[in-house]
Structure formats: structure tokens, C-alpha cells
């Protein structure tokens, strides 16, 4: 397939191998290979993709305190359907239903529940952010670093270098995301077996999202780091979805 | 069915009609309707309620935080199996498998995302609580008045009276609890189309849930109230739940 016909992702580059670092936009990426969609990567540093997004028809996915628009990645554009997609969830949504031989990632069955999932998962891997945003900071390109220091420090209201936690405070931290992780692992033993994904054999949605972070959390740890370590023995080592971070 | 054989629900009685009021007993009660499975209610107490679960030989479901075992209702006693159950989404689960040719309240594909489901809508409906409080105590029988003031109490730390805001602190929090089930409506329209219920036309736990909790607003705020009257205007007037909430 001529490489302007295949689905264009945009996302933002780092120096990790592969380029890739957003845990939102991996979940993208994931659904489009799960489905074995075709695509390339357009690579837009920070303080372009707003430009770039309102560029390609692209709708804003939030708002900003002052109510101005914001645009964000993960962000498709399907050649096949003149489609410009933001946000991840919705275009999991959009894949499903252009694509309907390809394997399904949100059943219509589970589509309410997994909004819900989407909403509680948010907050359960919330304590994964300042734990990462400084090493998320060093593996930007210099052009996106600066932007990513100023809209951070912004919203977390203090220095890029203070939002995270040292010492003991960073132990705490990390037992709370742990906390987290061990409901989800939770959830899955609820059923009569002990599933290895959210619906029993097959991956979904909910299955890409933890994986997505999980596999964030494993390159801004670093593989071989101790605190990665701690992570591949929550819950007994349950490996399915850290198993899903390796895929391409 | 003679009653020595059809499933007893254990529930603390009220001066409602129909003596029921707990919205966690009646996602049990709506289950057992649901599947059409004969039952009868013991009406126990608040103050009764840990010795008579000790008796049956009820788990506990929780712990105080100095530790000690905490017994709540719903628990069921099923004489066909002489299993005792407490705890409403183990008690589904426990039906489900129990009476496998009955309709199905969490089917197997859903289990985990049941489980996200009940951990998100418990913080979504958590702002009924203070707004609901006096009046629940209200309906208490004096032995049941008594206990209830004072764990609820100790459990917000002020009196009873203090609890439930008034005026415009009021109306936020009505708001707030308007917000979450805005929420949960949109969850629904996540889909192709706009989905009576979670899972599309069936009913399925989740479903039951929020009409239990809807119930209990109706019952509380009174099914004649202003503040029942804005509810069902909630999302457009989406009424697939408050309609569920006359189920017997």
C-alpha cells in the first residue's frame, strides 16, 4: 500500500528507541495494530501540535481554564474515509465501525462500561504522573521541552524538579499506583476464573489502556531500573498485560 | 414454595411503605425480582444487624479502622444450597451462578467491568449521602434512630443535623450529584445509538444499581418533591432507570 493511502497517526517524538512516549497516544497505536491497520507515525513536537491539529480539521479534544480550545494527540487522519479523529477512545470507536472485519476493540455490549472503566482508570493511574513527568521532561527534543516545562509547571503549580516526589513521599506515591493496579487485578478474579484480559481471551480496549501506561511506566523507569522490577511483581506477577507493552 | 425454602433477605425495616429503604438492599431485591426467585425479608434492626449476620454465619464485609469486623445487609440465606451471601455484587454473582437458567445480572464478558463500573458510580452517587442522611434517620424505627445517628456521626464527625448542607451549598451539591449521573447518560450514547440500558436492551447489575440509588432519592426526597421533580428532568428526562425504580 502507497504510503499515502495508509492512516496517518500524529504523535510527538522522543530520544526513547522508537521515537514513541505518550501512553494515550500508544493506545492508538496498539488498536491500530491489534486490528493490523496500516499507518505511519507524522512526528509533531509540543508546541506545534495545536497548529497541526487545527491544520487538519482536527476537533479540539478539551478546554482550557479560560475556556480557550485544546488539541492534543493521539489524532488520526484515515485517507480511506477524508476522516480526521482525536482522542483515543474515539478512535477506537471510529476503527470499530470503519473497519468491522477487523478485530473489535469496544464491544457494543461493553461500550457503556467501557466509558466507565475509561473514567476510573484515569484516576488510578493518576499517581503515575508526577512520579514520570521528569524524566518524561529529559526525553523530549529540546523545542518540546521547553513548552512541556511551562504548561506543567502550570498546572501542577510548582517547579518541573518539585512535582516529583523523593524519599519516602516517592514510596508512598508508588504504593498508591500499586493500590490501583491491584483493584484492576482485582476485577479480573471477580469472574469464576481468573482472566488472563477484561473479557475473558481476547484483548480489548480496557486491555490497550493498561498496557499503553503500563509500558510508559516501563520506559520512564527504565527496563532495568529497580522501580520496573517492584512493577513485574505486583499482584503475583500477573504478566499478560506487561507482556502487551512489548508489542509494536 | 412453602417459606422455609424460598430465599431470605436480610434488610433493616422503615417507616416507607413497603418497609424498605437501603438502595444497597434493594440492588438485591431488584436482582431476586429480576430473576424471578421467591424471597422473603427478615427485618432486622440497625443495632442487630452484626449479631443476627454472626448467627447465620454471615462474612463480614468490611473492617472498622481499629480493624474489627464490620456486618452489613443485604445477606441472603438460600436454604437450596445453605449458603449464606453478603454484599449485593457477591450476591449477584452468587445467583448468576447459582440459578444459571434465570436472566443473567453480570454476564461473564462484563465481570471485570462490572467490578470498574462499582468502583466509579460509588464515588459518583457518594454526594446523595449528606443530602439523604436526616431523612434516612428520619425513617428509622427509634430502636434503629439511635445507632444510626451515632456511627453516622462519628463517621463525618459532626452531628446529624450539621450534615446535610442548606441553600446554595444545597443546590451544589445537588449539582455535583446531577454531574455524576450526566455522566453515567453519556456513557450510554457512547454507542452507535442510545442505549435504554447498559448493556442495550437487557438489564443487566449495573442497570440495577443506578435504579436502586434513584429509587432511594425518590423515596427520600419524597416522590412529590421539587427535588424529585428536577431529578426526572435529569438528562433530557431519560427515564429508563426511574422507571425501573417502581419494580416490587
Sequence with gaps: MPSSQVIVLYDFPSTFPGKACSPNVWKTRLCLNYKGLPHRTIWVEYPDIAKVC???????TGTYPDGSPYYSVPTIYDPSTKSVVSESARIARYLDKTYPDTPVL????????????????????LPMLPLMLP????????ESRAYFRKSRE????????????????????WKKLAEGYTKVAMWLQMDRRDKLFFEGDNICY??????????????????????????KEWDGGRDSWSGLTSTR
Excluded: Y
Design 54 to 60: 487545527k491544520e487538519i480539521g482536527a476537533e479540539p
Design 106 to 125: 469496544i464491544p457494543p455490549e461493553t461500550d457503556a462500561f467501557h466509558a466507565a472503566f475509561n473514567e476510573v482508570f484515569e484516576s488510578l493511574a
Design 135 to 142: 524524566s518524561t521532561s529529559e526525553v523530549l527534543h529540546p
Design 154 to 173: 502550570a498546572w501542577f503549580g510548582k517547579k518541573l524538579e518539585e512535582i516529583s516526589p523523593v524519599g519516602q513521599a516517592r514510596e508512598e506515591q
Design 206 to 231: 480496557a486491555d490497550i489502556t493498561i498496557a499503553s501506561f503500563l509500558g510508559f511506566l516501563r520506559r520512564s523507569s527504565g527496563a532495568d531500573s529497580a522501580e520496573w522490577a517492584a512493577v
